[in-house]
């Protein structure tokens, strides 16, 4: 490397200059640097170069190092400009100043350390004793005069690189309407990495699921949104590594701005992360051709770096004060309101600029929206979570970012945690309350009631159903967000999938070395009669004679997402019966046990035609794409006419309400039966939302015994086609069955034990 002078004297660094954007940019002749470090004393520039690449990492003599120091600080910033460095350079910052891990200072020039604001990494962590904040121990490995760990951590740690310029979006957002969207979870290596169409070196990469297989797939399902698991750069937990393990599902944040590189195919790695960030990027090009949006699960409540004896490779080393949250006492302990050890304070201006300026860079990359992890912890202030937070309100009223899909996942683990329906507009929400109600109709009160106990009745469900307004409908004016802002799920990368919830009553945790005390107890699950075994045994056995229910109920399970009020996520793999052989918490298995499986069985082929089917349903008939909330009253006319009741109609008849409720008589729902825990059979009819419109009609038997329902209907002459029924195996099977399946309101209809019917007007 050329000698390179300090710093240049331009206009960047004349005091009283702005300071140049945290991070490093490329800019004119060189790179601008720009660091947070508000209790350091002076910081470095380490610019690395990599001399002897025979090397392996963790020799010291592969690499040469430049410390070059920075101008500063002002209001907490240092930074320069330094000529004659672009693009590929590796760096990273030492800090100096107070070691008193007491008052929670820990500056320490010996560790290098990742800026938060890095584009790139390069390297793998090497878990050595010198990479943790207190060497691993009591006491620090090679104490020097203050006590601190003296070791060079750079042959150690990643290393942050220089990246080119972000370009342009190259294509426009498909943008699709909150009621026309169907979320698809999906992990980036999991989804293809045993997918038979990818090419195998395509499998579980970016560029693998942008293939025109798996699009192909995406689109042929008819989910309209891939969420993904966190693509953000990952540093697994020291426990997990110590096990042979790693952080699968990536919640473990190494860096905000630079994407995984593990994700990206090995010709992408092996050039470098300008070349990661393309495969990134033509990932998201491909799928916005083909109509499909890309939502990120983001994780800015908290990093990689632990607790106290945690690790030490950011954050802690620059400004651990500034960044992370202290309970207050002295000496300084961190506030964990995640748990996972440490929480990003939210009450700090660099910790909201660093969330809204790692937001705004990957909307740059053409990201549509944003899963936020435990999003309570983003709006917590000094008196606990508030929903007019500053991160809050300036996220929403963004003039970019509040036009993307924002999606809180509204609870952490700190007090008044729990915050489902309270976070302000545009934002939805995850719904767990769907969850529950769903998983405990079919699942959890049959389990009861095969033992001759009581359920909790229909009311609950009903209320998903309907979209969740007792969750949703606060606001002022009321019910303005509409049941769009409910995020309805069954299952997710976190729990059992769907086929596990019909096999198993109790977790199966032992892979994850945690004794099986990890994940839920509460599952609200149904193994049938016999834990385990979903696939047919061979020779055949006793969970054969049990495993058409089970089916049945996974497709109950589906039809109750996908036709219901709200916004569906589908979790990858489920529309396939995938398994994780009862682990409900499979965050460290990177194996089969996560990934997709595609195989063709006829059950998982008739699973997959009957996900498919509902979808198709769902994009068929606006009375199953809800925008507003219902009232149970014709729709009012809005257009300022004459504000008459306006909306369908029958024939020569007064306008029909929006949503009314039937029992099994036909008759309107009653507030006793509502309230009875032993109903357990009831219609829910949806009308069109305009004349040109189909009703829609969901009939619900989740009796033990067969039901013979009477036909619901608020037209005159009100016409009825059988549209699907969770009884067949596949939807072709209406074809087998054969016969008229057309009805008129009125006429009885016999429904299978835990079963439900879609009915479409003719």
Known sequence: MPDLPLFSKTARTRPGAPVPPLGVHCSGDGIDVAVLASHAQSVELCLIDVVDPGREQTDPARYTERRLPLEGPVHGVWFAHVPGVGAGQRYGFRTYGPWDPAAGLHHNPAKLLVDPYARGLVGELDYVPAVFANGVGPEAANPDAAGRDSTDTLPHVPHSVVVQPTPPLSTGRPYVPWADTVIYEAHVRGLTHDLPAVPERLRGTYAGLAHPATIEYLRGLGVTTVELLPIHAIGSEPRLVADGLTNYWGYSTLGFFAPHAPYATRAAQDAGPDAVLDEVRGMIHLLHEAGLEVILDVVYNHTCEGGASGLHLSWRGLDNTAYYLHDGSSPARLADVTGCGNSLDFRRTAVVRMALDSLRYWAELGVDGFRFDLAVTLGRGPGGYNPHHPFLVAMTTDPVLSRLKLIAEPWDVGPGGYRVGQFPPPMAEWND???????????????????????????????????????????????????????????????????????????????????????????????????????????????????????????????????????????????????????????????????????????????????????????????????????????????????????????????????????????????????????????????????DDHDVLLVINGALDTADVRLAGVRNGQRWELAWDSGWEAPDCAETVGGDRSSSAGDAASLDALSMRVYVGR
């Open 433 to 691: 309350r769907f969850r529950d109600a769903a998983r405990q109709f079919w699942l959890a009160d049959a389990r009861e009631a095969s033992h001759g106990r009581a359920g909790q009745g229909i009311r609950d469900l009903a209320t998903r159903l309907a979209g969740s307004a007792d969750l949703f409908g606060h606001s002022d004016p009321p019910l303005t967000r509409g049941p769009v802002a409910s995020i309805n799920y069954v299952t997710a990368h976190d729990g059992f999938t769907l086929a596990d919830l019909v096999t198993y009553d109790h977790k199966h945790n032992l892979a994850n070395g945690e004794g099986n005390r990890d994940g839920s107890d509460d599952n609200r699950s149904w193994n049938h009669g016999i834990e385990g075994g979903l696939l047919p045994t061979v020779p055949p056995g006793p969970a054969d004679e049990i495993t058409p229910l089970r089916h049945r109920s996974m497709r109950n399970l589906l039809g109750t997402l996908l036709l219901a009020a709200g916004t569906p996520m589908m979790t990858a793999g489920d529309e396939l019966g995938r398994t994780q052989e009862g682990n409900n918490n499979a965050y460290a298995q990177d194996n089969a046990t996560s990934w997709v499986t595609w195989d063709d069985a006829p059950w998982r082929l008739d699973l997959l035609a009957t996900a498919t089917h509902l979808l198709k349903l769902r994009s068929d008939h606006p009375a199953l794409r809800a925008t507003g909330f219902f009232h149970g009253m014709p729709r009012v006319d809005t257009s300022g006419s004459d504000g008459a009741a306006s909306g369908p109609t029958g024939s020569g008849a007064a306008p029909v309400p929006d949503l009314a409720w039937f029992d099994i008589f036909g008759d309107t729902l009653d507030h006793a039966a509502w309230n009875d825990p032993a109903t357990r059979t009831f219609q829910m009819l949806r009308t069109g939302p305009t004349d």
